[in-house]
């Protein structure tokens, strides 16, 4: 089973819309947790992270953990074409030094 | 501006060959890691290098060698004994490791076998 879990898509909506990205992983350990978007043939940029549990919003962008479940998700409200790219999900644990990564899921905003 | 400067962004090796990717950062970061990018398998972490003249194995780092002599440099060499090179490398960087805050990636090198 892999550290972490992440639907690949592609997930195509309409400009406007709320988009739901997810990650499951099966380390309890994992408190670290991070969004990266990677525009195609660019390298990933951090969108937001959060420690432990709870919600963090940073404009269109939430992020939300769901230790007991072990479930992370990024919302982006009133999405635009320029958010079309891949978004991955990385965490990792208080002990450890590597981070682990989603395989990433592909969204295009249709305009 | 800070940031990390990978080159060359395209490279072609022939079969046998050993390359090396070239990373260097200018963000006084002290940690410094490659990842190689598959479709379909993310990321996965080649090595890393927490310190001047220190380097650990990550998870694939067989065929892989590095080096770290100075601080802002950390290339990677992809040796003929890796039997796989196809595919999108990216070297990173973080002040810290291990890291609260998250890396800052390069643009990446795209790694094609000829």
């Known amino acids: 089973q892999k550290e972490v879990e992440q639907d690949p898509g592609p997930l195509s909506v309409p400009e406007g819309a709320i988009v739901s990205l997810n990650c499951t992983y099966s380390?309890?350990?994992?408190?670290?947790f991070m969004w990266y978007r990677q525009y195609s043939r660019k390298g990933p940029e951090l969108l937001m992270y959060t420690y432990s549990s709870g919600n963090k919003e940073d404009g269109r962008f939430t992020a939300q953990v769901d230790k007991s479940s072990k479930y992370i998700s990024l919302f982006i409200r009133d999405s635009q074409p320029s958010d079309s790219a891949t978004y991955l999900c990385a965490m990792r644990a208080n002990t450890g030094n590597q981070f682990y990564f989603g395989t990433g899921t592909s969204l295009t905003v249709i305009p | 501006d800070g940031g990390i400067t990978q080159s060359p962004k395209y490279l072609f090796r022939k079969e046998g060959q050993n390359v090396t990717l070239s990373c260097e950062q200018n963000l006084n970061h002290d940690a410094m890691y490659w990842y190689r990018q598959d479709p379909g398998q993310g990321l996965r972490l080649i090595y890393y290098?927490?310190?001047?003249?220190?380097?650990q194995k990550g998870d694939i780092a067989e065929g892989y060698s590095v080096s770290r002599e100075k601080k802002e440099s950390f290339p990677l060499t992809v040796t003929s004994a890796q039997k796989n090179p196809t595919a999108f490398y990216l070297c990173a960087s973080s002040l810290e490791s291990p890291t609260n805050y998250g890396y800052t990636f390069g643009s990446g090198t795209r790694l094609t076998v000829v």
């Open positions: 290098s927490q310190i001047v003249n220190d380097f």
């Open positions: 380390n309890s350990a994992f408190q670290y």
